[in-house]
């Protein structure tokens, strides 16, 4: 369930979906969910980056790195938070990606 990519390459998606390796941003929390209360106490906040860090074997739990810390969330958890996941290549919140085609010697 990846969404298409935007002009920036940035795809929205639940954070389930997340490859490890992948940085995002958190867009919000399932309003119905009743871990969205947990989730805001561990730092899940709109704004906020996070990294897919791994997923175990059997897919459940999943470890996320959010404000410095390590975190595993079941995959229900996960699913109550959407991301924007940036490109690879990405700096900076709001920056363009770099070129793929840029001359790292000049």
Do not use: K, N
Not at 16 to 45: D, K, N, W, Y
């Amino acid at each position: 369930m990846r969404g298409e990519p935007d002009a920036t390459g940035h795809v929205e998606m639940p954070l389930s979906r997340m490859q490890p390796g992948e940085v995002g941003h958190i867009l919000s929390l399932c309003t119905e969910c009743a871990a969205r209360p947990h989730l805001l106490e561990m730092g899940f906040t709109p704004g906020t980056e996070v990294e897919f860090v791994r997923v175990a074997p059997l897919q459940d739990p999943m470890t996320v790195r959010i404000r410095g810390y390590q975190l595993s969330l079941r995959r229900r958890e996960a699913e109550a938070v959407w991301v924007r996941v940036c490109p690879p290549d990405f700096d900076d919140i709001g920056a363009e990606p770099a070129p793929a085609d840029a001359d790292a010697g000049e």
